[in-house]
Structure formats: C-alpha cells, structure tokens
C-alpha cells in the first residue's frame, strides 16, 4: 500500500514538473499556433517529424549541436553606440546566457564582429542594464570564450531568435521607478532601434511591439507586470524563467540595455535627488508615450478632453500618509470649484480607470507618491497639485513638478506644504520602511521629533526622511483651496484649447532658415559707412509667425568683438565713429522670428570700406 502510494506521489510531482515546463516554454513561444514560424525559442532535433511534434505541442525546441557546427555557425557579433558606460547600448549577434553562473557570454570566432567596443570595458562597465545612472547593481559585461573550445554552451542550447531586448527593472514594486526608470526608457528604445518597422506602420500601437522583452533582474513579475506586457507582442521573459530553463540559452539577435533620454529626475545616491542636468526630454516624448500606453489598454482618446474644466481627480492613500480630513476636502473642493470631484487610490480603480480619468482632469491632487507619475497623462492646461506632509521641503523632491515644468507639457504646478506640526500624526512605532524609529537610540528619537525640516540627505534609509514622508495628514482645507484658486486666476486667460495649441506649437517648433542675398557697398565720400542688404529666409512665407526682425552683427577682421543691430528692415545703411576706413569686415546676418532665432549665414560674407568680396 505504502509503495503505491508512493509511485502515486512520484506520479503527481512528475506531472507538475512536466506543466510548469510547459507553461514556462509555452511563454517563450509566440503564443499561438499559427506563429510557429515566429517562435520565440526554438528548440531543434534530429528530425523534422519530431520538430513539428515539439512546435504543435510546446511551440519550443531545442538545438543540439556538435563542437563544429558550432564554431562555425555559433560565434559572437557585438556592435556598440554612445561614448561611456552610462550613454552606451549594444546589439549583439548570438549573446548567451549561462543560467547556472548567471552570466553572459560571448563566443569569439573568426567571423565575430567588433564595432564600437572601448578598450576598456570594465571601466567601470561595458553599459548600463538600467537606465538608472551610475548604479553598480545595473552594470552589465560579458565573460569571453573561443567558440572553438566552449562546445558545452551550444550542446542542448535554448535559441532565441526572436528580436529581443534585454535590460533591467529598477524598482518593479514602484509606480513612479517603473514608468521613469523602465517603461518611457523602453518605449523610446523600441521606437528608434525599430523604427524601420514602426514607421508609418501603427500595427505597434494595436498588437505591440515585435520584440521580445527580457528582464534580468531578481525580483519577481510584481504589481505592474500588465504594464511591461503592452509594449511587446509576446509576454516579458523574466530572469527566473531562463533560469528554470538549466540549460544556456543564446539570444540570436538582441539589444542590451534602454535609452536615458527620456528620464528626468535622479534618486540621490551620489548627491542629494533632484532634476537631471542634461536632460532632454520634452513633452513630445512623454506624450507619445501617453498615447501608446492609452492605446494598448483601449482608453478611447476621444474623450480625452470631453470633461475638462470639470474634473478633479484626487489621490489617496489607504495605508499610509493618509489625509486625515479627506471628505471635507472632497466637498470643499467640489463647492469651491464647483467641479466633480472624483477620488481614486491603488486599492479602489485600476490603473486604466486612473489613468482615463487623470486625462480629463483639470486638477490632479494628491500626496506626495508614486501615483503622481500619472501626472503624465493630464492635458496641456490643467494643474498638479503636491500636498507635502509637516517638515518635508517641496524643493528638496522634485520628480513631480520637474515632470510637468518639462518643455511642452503646459501643465501647472502648486505645492501645499503642512506647517502645523499638530495637524499631523506621525509613526514612531512601525517599522524602520513605513517611517518607524523605535530602533533609533533615544537621543536620536528626540532629535527627529523635534526638527521642523528634513535635512538634504542621500538616498535611500534616511530615517527622519522616512519617519516625516510618512506622516498623515490634516489638510489646511480652506488654504489649500485659496493656494489652487489664486494660481489658476494666473492661467484663466488662455483657454485649453489655446493651451493645447501653444504645447503643439513648442514640440514641433519651426525654425526660420538662413537669410539670402547678403550684399554691401560703400561710399567713398563717407568711408565710415556700409550699406548691407539681404532676403528673407526662403521658408518665412511657408510658417506661421506674428513678428519678424533681422540680427547684424559687424565684424573687424582679426577682432574678437563686433558690433551688433536689431533691425525690422532688410537694408540699413550702417555708420559707426568704431568703423575705420578701408577696413575688412565680417558680415554676420540672421532672421529672429517671434522668440526663435534661425542661423546665421553659412558663407562668410566679407565687407571693406573700400570694396566687398565672397569668401
């Protein structure tokens, strides 16, 4: 009896193996049957009865090689762009991945490629997985083989052939940290490394991407997993699947690591948070985005902008930096503005009901908090409004407002900021992550519970940063509402849609081109003078502007300085007691529309008092 009961056991434990196999290498295939042809991994016998066996059953397969076939067909590629570690992405041919040693290699033979490698890859690294910066935890290299001797890597090797990307997850569990960090960095990788396929082609916006998405970091799938879903048309490969595999797996053609360009913000490991320096986002990225991930979760953008002047959206929280007097903000707030008020929370509305309801806000508040990332979606004209507990400084965290004061976005920013200590309840006794400090010594404690400002600090277990973040809150209602209603007294002059205009006009700004026809003369009775004339710029009649004038610089060859004129015209007699007779110089011309400046004229145009050349 026992002895069948075992065998029994044995038998349930086998057939649990075998379905989680099966569901790992059936989300490593494309998903569907008629996909085949296009499956992510696959895995290749001896006979093709046996491959199609594999495809109809698993959709997966596994390529056996000899140590021969593999030098010849299995060697490593590499081709690198961006000047450090921090800026750099790399497309490889035939990556594998040891999941045993958790590593990468690359398999050096005759025909391996090498474009854009520095001479130094381990200075501090070869890139980053991460688009968080400077983070040893994100560094990414590759162990070297010769393919002539790594005969074990390709014996019972998983291939991926599918176009992949591989990066990083900074902080999955995070919605700011993984929209920042994760999503708009894989969006803008997507959409310039596979911009052949993207252009003109919106099949992307339906069934996403054509790639395949591989997360190497440690943490599991986590709260948003839905969100990294959308951006490929198969599901994420995650670092425990390739490690359930045990056995190399070979990405035949995959990118490593994602775009920076579109973050803003950096969390304070080396100095304290604040906005990048070189950033060069702008609302164009953030809204293209936008509309992606709307897209791909069906919010119809027509209604986008249906309620707005009528909304409030307003974020809570139920567990921790609570607002102690929501409900009489709520209806001080809808009475104020006379306005719907609409209140939202993780625990309450999905992030698409979010997201579709922030799209048609006028104002979006909330405490400080991941779930202000979605600020992102608010239209060109409405408000965000950070409510900041007792003694944290608006100025000192910034993600927020540098996300809406981003060129383009049109979206103005309003920080509260509780000045009452008793009108917040902090607390001491949870545990050190939700702001606790019982573990402090009491000297320490003391200290803490008598500051009125959170000192400037790195990130990231600042105890009296935690302890004060955390706090909840009895909102200065009547306050609040005055701080709102004088700021959008600011705005109330511009319509929305005057607002949406100008935001459209700032990303797609059209430039003036250089002006024509420069031309001078002198007059020898009064050598001290020049007439110089041009065109306008050949694109002025085929952009809309209000204002045009023209910018004249005056040049003494061999001078630094120069002499310099605003004017309306196109001609000007030029006479200055600075100018010398029978003297060379440099002529420098460019039209000023509105508020853009076009170049100046590419050919270096020559004057003399005497005669005029070009050069």
Known sequence: ?????????????????????????????????????????????????????????????????????????????????????????????NLF?????????????????????????????????????????????????????????????????????????????NLMHVIHD??????????????????????????????QVVLMDDSNPGPFRHLYELFSSSLPLYKRD????????????????ISKHTTWYQYGFTEPQGPLDDSEVNAW??????????????????????????????????????????????????????????????????????????????????????LLSLALFLPPGAMLVELFPYAVNPDRYTPYRTLVNLAGMEVQYVAWRNWDVEKSVAHPDRTWDQGGIAHLSSAEQKRILGSSEVPQHLC????????????????????????????????????????????SVQLHRMFPSYVINIACSSDTKEPQMLFISWSPPTNLDYIGYNAVRYEVWIQEEGVDDYMAWILSATSHLFSSKDMKRSTNYNIWVRCLMDDLA??????????????????
């Not at 010769?146 to 998983?158: P, R, Y």
């Open 1 to 93: 009896m026992i002895h069948c009961i075992l065998h029994l056991l044995m038998g349930v434990a086998v057939a649990f193996l075998v379905h989680r196999n099966f569901i790992l290498l059936q989300k490593l295939s494309s998903n569907s049957a008629s996909e085949c042809d296009e499956t992510v991994v696959n895995r290749q016998t001896d006979t093709l009865a046996e491959d199609k066996l594999h495809i109809q059953r698993r959709g997966v397969y596994q390529q056996n090689l000899n140590e021969s076939s593999s030098a010849d067909h299995l060697v490593s590629s590499v081709w690198c762009w961006g000047h450090d570690h921090s800026e750099r992405t790399c497309r490889f041919h």
């Open 97 to 173: 991945y040891l999941p045993g040693e958790d590593e990468f290699v690359f398999l050096h033979g005759e025909q391996s490629i090498y474009v854009g490698l520095p001479l130094n890859r381990f200075d501090p690294s070869l890139l980053d997985l991460s688009s968080v910066r400077n983070h040893n935890r994100n560094y990414f290299n590759y162990v070297d083989m010769l393919s002539s001797k790594a005969g074990h890597l390709t014996s019972g090797v998983h291939i991926i052939h599918k176009r992949s990307i591989i990066f990083r997850r900074f902080h999955p569990f």
């Open 182 to 211: 994760d999503l708009l960095p894989l969006h803008h990788t997507l959409v310039t490394s596979e911009a052949q396929l993207t252009s003109g082609n919106s099949e992307f916006l339906e069934n996403g991407f054509p790639v």
């Open 242 to 257: 390739l490690r359930h595999l045990r056995a190399p797996v070979c990405f035949s053609n995959v990118v490593v690591g």
């Open 285 to 370: 990225d953030i809204r293209q985005f936008g509309s992606f991930v709307k897209r791909r979760l069906n919010i119809e953008a027509s209604n986008e902008h249906s309620l707005l002047g009528e909304t409030i959206v307003l974020m809570t929280r139920k567990s921790n930096r609570l607002i102690l007097n929501e409900f009489d903000l709520t209806l001080s707030l809808a009475r104020a503005f006379q306005m719907k008020v609409i209140t939202m929370s993780m625990e309450t509305h999905s992030l698409a009901d979010m997201i579709m309801a922030v799209s048609s806000a006028t104002l979006l508040i909330g405490m400080h908090g991941s």
């Open 460 to 503: 990231c277990h600042e105890p009296e940063w935690l302890f004060r973040i955390y706090q909840d809150t009895v909102v200065d209602v009547n306050g609040l509402v005055l701080l709102i209603g004088s700021n959008r007294n600011l705005q109330s002059s511009i319509s929305p849609e005057k607002q949406l205009l100008r935001s």
């Open 598 to 615: 076009g170049p100046f004229n590419a050919q270096n145009i020559t004057c003399s008092t005497g005669s005029v050349e070009d050069k």
